[in-house]
């Protein structure tokens, strides 16, 4: 508590508005600092505030008198005291300046003044126009003190907290079973391929709820929109399904786009296994056996198939040649190449095309072919070394033999001249 | 008469050659039971000389720099025909050399081939011992990779223990208070430069006095049973090079030196670092020893031993009395046992606690 | 004493230290040979690289150059100034290309498009492309690894 204390003194200290304030006395601090219950709060809370960073201070919002030592005077509606906002006040109570862009200017004139307008066309903002208590307002998202930066880790807004800020509410079954609204969105997009790469792997780049809902216009996309959310990002992909035959048939059949096969908050990483005629394949959920939509799938399909053994095959040589020791730097950057046409080949699925996909899966293959042949040939090369030394052992075996009958021939002959020496020597 | 023998004549007219063919066949070797540990001298050598035109070699592609160093030993070892061969014979038949040199020394010592009159021979070998050590330290560094760079800083930081010189020796290897960029072109310097200097000089004089003084005999050899060196023991010689040259080849097709990760000096020290094998025992020395011992600091203590072990080895021809009366002393055996158990065992011990 | 023995044995014998020697000479000479001639247009070191030469890259094009084991993308960009990318996606790791017609990076697998910073303008990519550092030396282009 005191470690508390000491680092809201710290900040207070620190931070410009204090010094602002120190100059010009704040009674609202002063007093508000000592009393205790729920209105201490506010006092401790404002040095980490951006309002009052920027030179705001309570008086800015809720009005009064700073500079009277009793709180009599310095609350007194006469003043312009406004108090504490009612919830059913809060949007117009901030709206005040934040849909004003003259005041905007002054402080931040890169934030938007549109929030307030934006709200109340949102699905939360049309509740809290006829007065369901449930929807949140500004300061349930945004905190009523101590409001950060939405690009402040620590603020709720900061992308990574987004959506454990929704599910405050939207994973509260008390809440939502009043609505008819479902609980399971956050647990599903935590277990998906975006929940994954933004709240496990930290990628800010990955969509939150808002990437997709919106945050202050908050609502369920329109099915014919869904494209256009999720091209946001996937656009080559949804450029290809535009142009495909099935833009017509869902178009005709009233389904959405990309979310017919993906899913929405439970969008797993897609594998192969999804296209084709097999078990998990989601093509056969509309297409018949025989029809043309149902061939098409399995061409696709095996088109993928294709590349992936060839790549298969091209990986196992190149595996084979490092653990032999050999380099294989040249093999890898083919695979490399390869792994860039089944990655394509993959996106291309959604022009529903087999012809469209055949040139890329013809160029992944050629790039697979040279990486295995690159690799068969450093396992030549391997055997060539082996062959290589025991050529050179033979050789060395032979000298080695050379040199042994050599020795044996000199120390015989010399044993012979020994004897000889007794004996004169024959001329020869 | 063939061009041999024209050539010869040629020479001989000329240049008088007759001492020097005297001397390179006058000498002959004793033949008993301990005749086989006259072979690893010869040995060491050829594997001297391997280890000359290996490096020669690699020198056309090396470049001495903590930029490039890593780099173009990757470059030899997967661009250049053969470059993985050449490397590998260098970098084994550098640890087989220094394998032949101990062993070498080793039966020098137990056969008292040191007593009067080769004293000299004995101090030059074992200089040479020491200069293939140095070039076992440099040249360990030259391929800038990690294992390499932080041996060498162990290393360097060892030399600096020693009081006095040591701080002057580690600045003088490092090329400025860390091992970096100079120490790289400074080893290299050392590799390439002035160690081959003291080599070829020491290995001269090694080689000129054994001519001039012919084959020692241990003292309780009695037979004067010997062979010419040449042809009849140079050929037992060729021999023994071909094996090893079969050896040096079979390591370096199967196992081939490796290259790991380049340097970084800004990475922590990975763990189990550990020196070449031949300095492993003084590595683990200086490991097991106590941090304070009789009021010093033992790490100081330790180099000082092995300081003053080297100088005794120095010394052997002189501090062995009895045998310059020719006499054998069971003392001097155990030491010499004691001191290769010590050394085989700390070896041992280190690659055995390396694992854990 | 049969003359014939000793002479096939001599003969042998001759073969052995003759032929073995010569052979051994040539085992030992072949591999030095082939070391000392220069491997074919490879630059030796990865920490930098010869991407092309000054005249080969016009205005608003680029090359593909390999970087290791990695592609690298380098850049005349409308302006004239070289530019050096790994031209690795930082998406699913495909291989980026160079849009010409709009001046951008482009990845055909997802659509990923990055400026001539390097810095992502739209689709999938995390994060931007790693730059190199790019010299001219003479008539080469050197790109480099930042260090």
């Known amino acids: 508590m005191t470690g508390y204390r000491l680092r809201v003194a710290l900040g207070l200290l620190l931070c410009p508005g204090f010094v602002w304030s120190a100059e010009k006395p704040n009674s609202c601090v002063e007093c508000h600092k000592q009393v205790e219950g729920q209105t201490r709060g506010p006092a401790t809370l404002a040095a980490e505030d951006v309002h009052f960073q920027r030179g705001l201070s309570c008086v800015d919002c809720h009005g009064g008198d700073p500079t009277a030592m009793d709180p009599q005077a310095a609350m007194d509606p006469a003043k312009g005291f406004l108090g504490r906002p009612r919830r059913e006040q809060i949007p117009q109570f901030c709206a005040r300046c934040h849909a004003d862009p003259a005041t905007m200017r002054k402080y931040n004139p890169n934030l938007p003044t549109d929030q307030y307008a934006k709200y109340l066309t949102s699905q939360h903002g049309k509740r809290f126009s006829v007065g369901d208590a449930d929807v949140p307002v500004c300061i349930s998202c945004h905190e009523a003190h101590g409001i950060r930066s939405k690009k402040d880790p620590a603020s709720p807004v900061y992308p990574t907290n987004i959506p454990g800020t929704c599910a405050s509410c939207h994973s509260d079954a008390s809440i939502m079973d009043k609505h008819g609204l479902p609980v399971n969105q956050h647990w599903d997009y935590s277990q998906s391929v975006h929940g994954q790469a933004l709240l496990f792997r930290g990628d800010r780049a990955a969509p939150h709820c808002a990437s997709c809902h919106g945050s202050h216009e908050a609502a369920k996309p329109r099915t014919v929109a869904i494209g256009n959310v999720c091209a946001q990002c996937h656009s080559l992909t949804r450029d290809l399904f535009a142009k495909s035959p099935h833009k017509a048939a869902h178009e005709a059949l009233g389904l959405p786009e990309c979310e017919v096969c993906h899913g929405n908050h439970l969008i797993r990483k897609p594998s192969d296994e999804m296209l084709g005629t097999g078990q998990d394949a989601v093509c056969v959920s509309c297409h018949e056996p025989g029809s043309t939509g149902y061939v098409t799938a399995q061409q696709m399909r095996s088109a993928i198939e294709q590349l992936k053994t060839h790549m298969a095959s091209a990986e196992a040589a190149v595996r084979h040649a490092a653990e032999l020791g050999m380099d294989v730097g040249d093999a890898e950057f083919e695979l490399r190449e390869a792994m860039t046409q089944l990655t394509q080949e993959r996106t291309y699925v959604h022009s529903f095309s087999a012809a469209t996909m055949e040139p890329i899966a013809e160029e992944g293959t050629h790039h697979a072919l040279r990486a295995e042949g690159q690799a068969r040939q450093a396992i030549r090369e391997f055997h060539f070394r082996r062959q290589g030394l025991w050529v050179t052992l033979i050789i060395l075996a032979l000298v080695v033999s050379g040199l042994l009958l050599k020795i044996r021939d000199l120390e015989r002959s010399d044993s012979t001249d020994k004897m000889d020496d007794t004996s004169p020597r024959d001329s020869s | 008469m063939g061009y041999f023998e024209h050539l010869r004549a040629f020479l001989h007219e000329r240049y008088r050659l007759g001492g020097l063919v005297d001397l390179a066949t006058h000498k002959t070797v004793p033949i008993h039971r301990h005749s086989v540990w006259y072979y690893w001298g010869g040995m060491t050598l050829v594997l001297i000389g391997i280890q000359i035109i290996s490096g020669v070699l690699l020198l056309l592609y090396y470049r001495p720099s903590a930029q490039e160093a890593f780099e173009s030993v990757r470059f030899l070892m997967t661009r250049v025909q053969f470059g993985w061969l050449v490397r590998s014979v260098h970098a084994w038949a550098a640890n087989l050399a220094i394998f032949c040199a101990m062993v070498h020394l080793a039966s020098v010592f137990f056969l008292k081939a040191y007593r009067p009159p080769r004293e000299l021979t004995w101090v030059t070998g074992v200089v040479l011992l020491f200069l293939l050590f140095g070039f076992g330290f440099t040249g360990y560094l030259l391929p800038w990779n990690t294992l390499a760079f932080f041996a060498t800083k162990v290393g360097t930081e060892i030399a600096g223990i020693v009081p006095v010189v040591g701080p002057v020796v580690q600045i003088f290897l490092r090329g400025g208070s860390d091992v970096g960029d100079v120490t790289i072109t400074r080893f290299f310097w050392l590799h390439v430069a002035i160690l081959p200097i003291g080599l070829m000089t020491l290995l001269s004089l090694h080689l000129l006095m054994i001519q001039l003084q012919g084959m020692s005999k241990p003292p309780w050899v009695k037979s004067n049973r010997s062979m010419p060196f040449f042809p009849n023991f140079f050929l037992r010689d060729l021999v023994a090079w071909s094996l090893i040259l079969g050896i040096v080849l079979c390591v370096s097709v199967h196992w081939p030196a490796t290259l790991g990760e380049k340097a970084d000096p800004f990475a922590p020290t990975p763990v189990g670092i550990q020196p070449e094998w031949y300095f492993l025992w003084m590595f683990q020395t200086l490991k097991i020893f106590p941090g304070h011992l009789f009021g010093l600091e033992g790490e100081l203590v330790a180099v000082g031993l092995t300081g003053l072990a080297g100088l005794a080895l120095l010394l052997v021809p002189w501090l062995d009395r009895p045998a310059r009366r020719e006499q054998s002393s069971w003392l001097v055996w155990a030491v010499g046992v004691l001191g290769i158990a010590y050394v085989v065992g700390m070896t041992g011990y280190a690659l055995w606690v390396k694992p854990h | ?147």
Not at chain 3, 56 to 63: G, I, M, Y
Not at chain 3, 78 to 87: D, I, M, R, V, Y
């Open chain 3, 1 to 147: 004493m049969c003359p014939r023995q000793p002479l096939s044995r001599r003969v042998f014998l001759a073969l052995c230290l003759r032929g073995g020697g010569l052979a051994l000479l040539g085992a030992a000479l072949y591999p030095i040979l082939r070391y000392l001639y220069p491997p074919r247009g490879v630059e030796s070191s990865v920490s930098s690289v010869a991407a092309a030469k000054v005249g080969d890259l016009a205005t608003n094009t680029a090359k593909i150059f390999r970087f290791g084991s990695r592609p690298g993308l380098l850049i005349r960009s409308p302006q004239g100034e070289l530019k050096a990318f790994s031209a690795v996606c930082t998406h699913l790791n495909c291989t980026v290309q160079y849009d010409s017609d709009a001046s951008i990076i482009w990845c055909a697998c997802h659509n990923g498009k990055y400026d001539l910073n390097g810095q992502v303008i739209s689709g999938p990519p995390p994060r931007p492309l790693d730059a190199y550092q790019v010299n001219v030396r003479g008539e080469d282009i050197i790109v480099s690894k930042t260090s």
